[in-house]
């Protein structure tokens, strides 16, 4: 080892030696916060632990079986019903407030915007699915297309044709992602952003030919090109 490279590591280790003493020092001169510190994380984590054990769960369970007749109801389109149960079994309405941090109070949100959005009233759809916490690539598109449902019916195309696309990016997929594309492109046809409606309608062409918005999309990216 020549004398440099010797001197060099002699350095490195002095300074390890100094570090760890300050360490010590720091460690010995307030061990009673850090003991604090950490008997404070311990009982975090603990109360936490026991939320979730002893409060969530048992209220999960409790509402999935409540918000079974209220899916039964909501898939028979019997969206009265759903929203607000039928005496026996509550509702998506009640489950939201009564199970709220719960993930089926969390769905119920959902399936309380898209009632919402069958019967009609648009801004109480909104409502429910803009607090509803996206968490699946499926419904969480459907989501995000049904709250541009809203805004178009609404009048707010803009805002419709963002939504559509978060709808046609979030969790792609040949069902919903080329039926939001299309809607989008439709809908910037509507605002006179030709060039936003090719590029859906060329992205439903390109990425998802076998679909059946592909087999329709010719006509439109036609009629498009002759209003540029």
């Known amino acids: 080892m020549t004398k440099d490279k010797k001197e060099s590591t002699e350095n490195n280790v002095e300074a390890i030696e100094n570090a760890l003493t300050k360490t010590e020092q720091y460690i010995e001169n307030n061990q009673k916060s850090l003991t604090i ?9 603990g109360i936490f632990l026991g939320y979730k054990r002893l409060y969530i769960a048992p209220m999960e369970k409790e509402a999935q079986t409540q918000i079974f007749a209220a899916e039964q109801y909501f898939e028979k389109d019997s969206f009265n019903l759903a929203l607000n149960g039928d005496g026996n ?20 949100r959902f399936y309380a915007g898209i009632s919402y959005l069958n019967l009609g009233d648009f801004e109480q759809a909104l409502t429910y699915l803009k607090k509803y916490d996206i968490n699946d690539k499926m ?9 541009g449902d809203c805004y178009v019916q609404l009048n707010d195309n803009s805002e419709g ?45 390109q990425d998802f030919a076998k679909t059946t918005e592909a087999r329709e999309v010719e006509k439109h990216i036609a009629r498009v090109k002759m209003n540029m």
């Open 37 to 45: 510190i950490v008997l404070a994380i311990i009982v975090i984590v």
């Open 89 to 108: 079994y509550l509702g998506f309405i009640d489950i939201v407030e009564s199970y709220s941090p719960t993930k089926t109070g969390n769905l119920a």
């Open 139 to 147: 419904i969480g598109s459907v989501a995000y297309g049904a709250i």
């Open 161 to 205: 044709a963002k939504f559509y696309l978060k709808a046609a990016n979030y969790g792609k997929n040949d069902f919903t992602t080329p039926v939001y594309l299309m809607k989008a492109g439709m809908v910037y046809e509507s605002l006179g952003k030709h060039a936003d409606a090719l590029k859906a309608y060329d992205r439903i062409k």
